[in-house]
């Protein structure tokens, strides 16, 4: 089964170019996931998330699952994050104020090669 996404951020309606995007993914996917990035409260906006979902179904574009805000399982985060332990200098996965980032920070020093070499150990891949 094809399983798709369209991750959207809570700023306004969508844009021809996502609308697109989330058309293509519906008609290629079985099954569709509905994230909402909602990480960086900075450019989320008063109703941005319902407009782009009335803007989806407008288009009869449906999600088999979400919308799923990923500012939410920060939990889960600290969880995954703990038996790092001081491996990785404690660089973390969320913000001072608990919200979810997705990249390390690059003044963190941390080679590339590695965390590649820790995800391997774990046979996550790299």
Request: hydrophobic share 40%; aromatic share 8%.
């Amino acid at each position: 089964m094809a399983r798709v996404r369209f991750v959207s951020s809570p700023t306004g309606s969508l844009h021809v170019g996502n609308a697109l995007t989330a058309v293509a993914n519906r008609r290629f996917g079985e099954w569709m996931l509905l994230p909402v990035d909602d990480a960086g409260a900075a450019r989320s906006v008063p109703g941005g998330e319902e407009a782009i979902l009335r803007d989806l179904e407008w288009l009869a574009v449906a999600w088999d699952e979400g919308p799923v805000r990923q500012s939410e399982p920060q939990e889960r985060y600290r969880e995954a994050a703990d038996p790092l332990g001081d491996r990785f200098g404690r660089t973390t996965l969320l913000r001072e104020d608990g919200s979810a980032t997705y990249q390390l920070a690059r003044e963190s020093g941390i080679p590339v090669d590695a965390v590649r070499a820790y995800l391997e150990e774990l046979g996550c891949g790299g």
